[in-house]
């Protein structure tokens, strides 16, 4: 069993920054995939960034802007938003996958409103 709990989300302004954390527990390895994705009413989820022990992978959508890390002591992953635009406004979950079982996390809200 893998928890995935996500913090850090919140109301920015245009232009502004947000750093989102993820903190897993249970059976989760250094090398599993880790991700962040999106969604807004009336949209399907998507992919906005994922890291694996061979690098990191990024929605076009966001990248240059965006920024996805982990911390394996910690076993979390963040990601780094700046230059945020008002169509970043969605939920963002955390997801990884192990044994191919899928886990998120319950989300977190960001707005970027003026």
């Known amino acids: 069993q893998v928890q995935l709990v996500e913090s850090g989300g919140g109301l920015v302004h245009p232009g502004g920054s947000l750093r989102l954390s993820c903190a897993a527990s249970?059976?989760?390895?250094?090398?599993?995939?880790m991700a962040w994705y999106r969604q807004t009413p009336g949209k399907q989820r998507e992919l906005v960034a994922s890291?694996?022990?061979?690098?990191?992978n990024y929605a076009d959508s966001v990248k240059g802007r965006f920024t996805i890390s982990r911390d394996n002591a910690k076993n979390t992953v963040y990601l780094q938003m700046n230059s945020l635009e008002p169509e970043d406004t969605a939920i963002y979950y955390c997801y990884t996958h192990v044994f191919t079982i899928p886990y998120w996390g319950q989300g977190t809200q960001v707005t970027v409103s003026s």
């Open positions: 249970g059976r989760i390895f250094s090398n599993n995939v």
């Open positions: 890291i694996t022990s061979g690098g990191t």
